[in-house]
């Protein structure tokens, strides 16, 4: 009712109070996930960012990012969906970092027009890093024989199951070079003058808050609450923004469907071999 009665009043006796749409992009970035490992891609988070964009009152929108990276692909989506929604709505963008803003995370981060941290974050490792196992010698003693046939002679490349081959190698590190060249483009377009010309910047690794504004990569250290509130008043009020879910973190379909028991075990061993991986990328930084 109090909403109804002041929409009545004269917009010359309303008291303003800017609203920021607040959207969380956490979480080890990668495409698919599940209902029980959310992933940090463009398909889950289209929605909320078209939501907080389009908030036409709004003159910011403010990015909370905790992710320790991952896709570089789904990392450069994120980004670029958000730079379009900003220049389309006039917007601007302010960043904040959590935990960790790195790789991935931080290319994410780029899309700020402003990025802050705390002191403590982890941001940087603008770098490309990619790992594996191999097993030939355990298929070697437990007496399997592998057998691959192929059209093309380098169809089976890094093949776990088999030694490796340099050059296997040197052509995995020439498509590393060239992520890296376009990881290290984004950052000095969007970064400019405010970036360091220490050349460690683009060596992988990452440093914290503290160092990263040394360095330029961030813009200052502070949380989203207290830097908004300087910018835009006391009364300004940060609101979440989420995109429609469902049971156990789906989105929510035009019509319900019915979720099968064997679906929902499908999804949990999944999901645990997925938290492995997860955690291996967090532990990176420490977390």
């Known amino acids: 009712m109090a909403g109804f009665l002041k929409r009545l009043l004269p917009k010359r006796f309303r008291k303003k109070r800017v609203v920021i749409p607040v959207v969380r992009l956490h979480g080890a970035i990668q495409a698919g996930g599940s209902a029980f490992r959310p992933a940090l891609n463009l398909a889950s988070y289209s929605a909320a960012l078209e939501k907080a964009f389009a908030m036409k009152e709004a003159p910011a929108v403010a990015l909370s990012i ?32 959590e935990d960790v803003a790195a790789s991935g ?4 981060a780029l899309a700020g027009d402003e990025i802050f941290a705390d002191p403590t974050s982890i941001v940087g490792s603008i770098g490309v890093v990619s790992g594996g196992f191999g097993f030939p010698e355990l298929l070697r003693k437990i007496g399997v024989e592998r057998r691959v046939y192929t059209a093309g002679e380098n169809k089976v490349i890094l093949d ?40 460690e910047v683009f ?3 990452f440093w914290t808050g503290t160092r990263g504004l040394e360095l330029g990569l961030v813009d200052g250290l ?10 835009y008043g006391d009364k300004v009020k940060l609101e979440l923004v989420t995109g429609a879910r469902g049971f156990l973190g789906r989105r929510v379909p035009g019509v ?30 420490g977390l």
Do not use: C
Request: no cysteine.
């Open 66 to 97: 905790n992710s320790p990276g991952g896709s570089p692909v789904q990392s450069r989506m994120l980004y670029h969906r958000i730079r379009s929604l900003a220049e389309e709505n006039g917007k601007k963008v302010f960043v904040f970092v």
């Open 160 to 199: 776990p199951f088999q030694p490796e081959k340099p050059q296997d190698i040197e052509y995995l590190k020439t498509l590393q070079l060239d992520i890296h060249a376009v990881f290290i483009d984004m950052v000095k377009a969007r970064r400019g003058d405010r970036l360091s010309s220490d050349p």
């Open 105 to 108: 995370g931080y290319m994410i």
């Open 256 to 285: 319900a469907g019915a979720i099968r028991a064997e679906e929902v075990a499908a999804a949990a061993a999944s999901g645990l071999a997925g938290t492995l991986e997860d955690k291996a990328l967090w532990s990176r930084y």
């Open 203 to 205: 060596s992988g690794l």
């Open 222 to 231: 502070a949380d989203m609450r207290q830097e908004l509130r300087k910018r």
